[in-house]
């Protein structure tokens, strides 16, 4: 039994581009079609499981009234039949039959368990059935789409019923997150966008006339080809003029200037009016120019604008505060439609990291009896020695990390690092460096001040000396890099800054990923997956094995590469640690102690494979090299190549 959560989408800006968008396989000089969708905080709530049959159930109080049980034969003429038949279930037999017409799949029981979202409101119901009916085959039957693949399928099977939804629907398959859909002719591109500050947004059913299919026809009369200067504005005002608008707001989201954001809406709405309005009577919207304009409403929110296709639809209102959100969404239920609130949060940026350097450095022995190998001394390109945790640490500084903790084995051994990075040179050794070291000395003694110290003193796994910085991470995301590792960015953007900027799109558990021979696999553990975009750098993972064999690497984990080629990924060395990692180590933790059974390592791929499981896990390919250097020969290769 898996458990599915798929939300409504409201688009932000840039509605309509996605049909005009796909207009420019037979004109050139259309520009592609840009759109600000995000998932909502309502949605559809399943429960999913592999069945002989196509069956729909609903627990769901909110859809009683029009529901009734459904199942159908895995064929492909029935599930056409009903698809075109307009029936409620017509979306999910349309994504159904292609399924098993392209994957050769079996059924899935489906039943719902909640509906929050509202249905017919332009919010897209129809295509979140649709997503949730292709994730189900997906993750029941291993298809190992990723959510482009997902969507993508959604939008085929919603085709294959009477509807005719548009490209930017299916965006509830990326969740509540906002993201910039491009529609290039028959190619879509999704990126995820960045919140600086937490944005209060208000929608609602205006509970008035809309007729969409009239809308689009009417619209749909200017392309390819503009043919009056009224078409040629909505050409315009699809492409050029939306390009600017959604630059814009992309740029005010990513600053957090709400108020600018939100004049931004009101202003993409008057343009709307001017250029797009007089191309249909059915856009002519009495109730939402009322709402728009009502006094009431002003002093609560920065701006305003109609939803989807537009009419008499819905309307969206960016509110001032949480507390304006709260009594807008009041306001407009008390004045007869169905409001609801979205609350877009930033991602909490990541600030700190930690570096375990409990270990004895046994491989390196007889070095480690005086040295610890993190102060272990590499040549670098500039010239100067560094050790290696200075490296380190200064990598993790040009990222924005604010504190840094290292788990020590001992509080004998902070001595060690207190003496390098708190205490001052003496006078007469200061002054024999020459004026660019002594500069490089206040930055050591800076870097000093945004460490602090955790100490394992049992020594009882990777993820047991993790978990010890529990309480410094705080709930928070921290980056983890290991102390025997160091890494060579091939751009201007150090390894762990590239890692932070992909974690504030995605929020979620993140490990760095590099390619490895597949006759090496043996060594590492190996992760597997689907890649989420096509410069083939963010890898959607579903699968972690530990040290495989060459055999088994080669039938299951292999990732094709734009050629096609199979590839095999192992964890680079930085990872971002989410509060869920920190909770399920603990609970190892207190498994083992309660089974008194002290000599049980901790693993820190044990507590990221179960997060994974439940909520998913993202491998970043970075733009670099990594040096590990804890044993003999990966030393001598770090010291003969980190310079270079």
């Known amino acids: 039994m898996v458990k599915l959560f798929v939300p409504g989408r409201l688009c932000l800006f840039g509605e309509h581009t996605d049909w005009a968008g796909h207009y420019r396989t037979m004109n050139a000089d259309i520009l592609p079609g840009m759109s600000i969708v995000t998932g909502i905080e309502q949605g559809i709530y399943a429960e999913v499981e592999k069945s002989p049959i196509f069956e729909l159930y609903s627990d769901a109080p909110e859809i009683a009234g029009v529901w009734h049980d459904f199942s159908c034969r895995m064929s492909e003429s029935e599930l056409k039949r009903v698809a075109k038949s307009g029936s409620f279930f017509c979306y999910c037999a349309g994504v159904a039959s292609y399924m098993l017409e392209w994957y050769k799949v079996g059924g899935v029981r489906i039943r719902i368990t909640d509906m929050t979202l509202p249905m017919k409101s332009g919010l897209s119901s129809s295509a979140a059935i649709c997503v949730l009916v292709a994730r189900a085959f997906n993750l029941l039957y291993k298809l190992n789409l990723n959510t482009l693949g997902e969507m993508n399928i959604a939008y085929l099977g919603e085709l294959r019923t009477s509807s005719r939804c548009g490209r930017l629907d299916q965006a509830c398959a990326f969740g509540v997150k906002p993201n910039l859909m491009t529609f290039d002719g028959d190619e879509i591109e999704v990126k995820s966008l960045n919140v600086k500050k937490p944005l209060h947004w208000v929608f609602a059913d205006l509970c008035a006339d809309k007729d969409t299919i009239k809308i689009l026809s009417d619209l749909n009369k200017a392309y390819p080809f503009a043919s009056t200067e009224q078409e040629r504005n909505l050409h315009k005002a699809l492409g050029e003029w939306n390009h600017d608008i959604v630059n814009r707001a992309i740029r005010y989201m990513a600053e957090g200037d709400a108020e600018a954001l939100g004049h931004l809406m009101t202003e993409a709405e008057e343009m709307f009016d001017k250029h797009i309005t007089p191309l249909s009577a059915a856009l002519h919207a009495p109730k939402l120019h009322k709402v728009l304009h009502d006094p009431q409403i002003q002093p609560m929110v920065y701006g305003g604008k109609g939803v989807g296709s537009h009419g008499d639809g819905s309307v969206q209102f960016l509110a001032r505060s949480e507390a304006d959100q709260q009594q807008l969404a009041d306001y407009l239920n008390a004045q007869g439609m169905h409001a609801y609130t979205l609350t877009l949060h930033p991602v909490h940026t990541v600030r700190k990291a930690i570096i375990p350097v409990a270990g004895f450095g046994t491989r390196l022995y007889p070095a480690t009896r005086s040295l610890k190998k993190d102060f272990f001394p590499i040549p670098c390109a500039d010239g100067m020695v560094r050790p290696v945790i200075l490296i380190l640490l200064e990598e993790l500084v040009k990222s924005g990390i604010e504190e840094i903790c290292l788990v020590l084995g001992s509080e004998e051994e902070r001595l060690l690092y207190t003496d390098f990075f708190e205490r001052p040179l003496s006078e007469e050794h200061l002054h024999k460096l020459n004026a660019e070291a002594q500069e490089y000395e206040n930055r050591i003694l800076s870097i000093g001040k945004r460490l602090r110290y955790v100490y394992q003193q049992e020594k009882r796994g990777f993820g047991h000396a993790v978990y010890q910085a529990a309480d410094f991470a705080g709930g928070e995301p921290v980056m983890l890099l290991l102390g025997d590792t160091l890494y060579r960015s091939h751009s201007n953007k ?98 083992a102690d309660e089974d008194n059974d002290m000599e049980r390592e901790i693993e820190l791929t044990a507590a990221l494979e179960a997060v994974r499981q439940k909520s998913g896990m993202v491998g970043v390919r970075l733009d670099g090299e990594m040096f590990d250097m804890g044993n003999p020969e990966a030393l001598r290769r770090c010291v003969q190549r980190f310079a270079e």
């Not at 974690?503 to 006759?519: D, F, T």
């Not at 050629?563 to 869920?580: A, D, H, M, P, R």
Request: net charge negative; glycine share 6%; proline share 3%.
């Open 494 to 591: 150090p390894c762990a800054l590239q890692l932070v900027e992909e974690y504030e799109r995605y929020n979620q558990l993140m490990v760095s990923i590099h390619n490895v021979p597949l006759a090496d696999v043996s060594h590492y553990g190996i992760l597997s997956g689907v890649w989420e975009d096509k410069e083939h750098t963010v890898l959607s993972v579903s699968t972690m094995n530990e040290k495989p064999k060459s055999s088994y690497a080669e039938e299951f984990l292999g990732v094709r590469n734009a050629e096609g080629e199979k590839e095999y990924y192992s964890v680079f060395g930085q990872y971002i640690l989410t509060k869920e990692v920190f909770d399920q180590l603990g609970a190892d933790i207190r498994r």
